[in-house]
């Protein structure tokens, strides 16, 4: 369940970026991918259950490169990497000694993963509608046009025009919540972040 809400959730944030606050949010939101080059930060994610119980936070560090290059530090309360270098998309869980490889492909076209790549078209994936301002953010719904996506929406919350927060809602009732902070926007990342080899001794599955 992790790797599919990761796969989904995985999308940029920035610090200083030329969006105009006073402009529509999903104007905002569309100028904020588009000027998101790369990108680093630090992350907190929670996830609830059906009955809205909160799971134990999970916090790390997020990396990006476009095109197609991302990396996701999971710290706390378990060691993970997930890392992708373009076609394809590592999940190392260092606890269960274990890695998985999926293809970076038109399967993933229907989520939010591939966003951060800048190889999406977000009119054509998704039905985006403003949500109105609630906690200081101004929150955009992205609705999937693919109904076998797995999930049911994400909502994208901007703060004067960078990402303040996100929210989604997947088919089998878990709710997932991000919160970014030291958020830097274009930093220069070293190529080699993004490349991934399994540690030896442990399994490797490739789909």
């Known amino acids: 369940m992790l790797k599919k809400i990761v796969t989904s959730l995985i999308l940029a944030a920035g610090l200083q970026s030329p969006v105009r606050a006073e402009e529509a949010p999903i104007k905002q939101l569309k ?17 609830y259950n059906k009955a809205g119980q909160a ?16 990396r996701w530090n ?6 993970q990497e997930i890392v992708s270098n373009s076609d394809k998309v590592w999940f190392y869980d260092a606890d269960l000694e274990q890695v998985t490889v999926k293809q970076l492909d038109d399967s993933l076209g229907s989520t939010p993963a591939l966003l951060l790549t800048g190889q999406v078209d977000i009119d ?7 949500q109105g301002n ?9 609705s999937p046009k693919n109904e076998e996506s797995g999930f049911k929406y994400i909502l994208i919350g901007l703060s004067h025009g960078q990402l303040g ?20 926007l274009n930093p220069v990342l070293r190529n080699d972040m993004f490349d991934f080899k399994p540690p030896k001794g442990v399994d490797v599955f490739e789909n």
């Open 31 to 47: 100028a904020f991918l588009k000027s998101s080059a790369s990108l680093s930060a630090d992350f907190k994610q929670v996830s």
């Open 55 to 70: 799971g134990q936070p999970s916090l790390g560090q997020f990396y990006l490169s476009r095109p197609g290059k991302f």
């Open 74 to 79: 999971y710290q706390k309360p378990f060691a």
């Open 124 to 130: 054509e994936k998704f039905v985006l509608e403003e």
């Open 134 to 142: 609630e906690d200081d953010l101004n929150w955009i719904r992205l």
């Open 165 to 184: 927060g996100m929210e989604l809602s997947d088919n089998f009732g878990q709710l997932t919540r991000i919160y970014f902070s030291n958020i830097k």
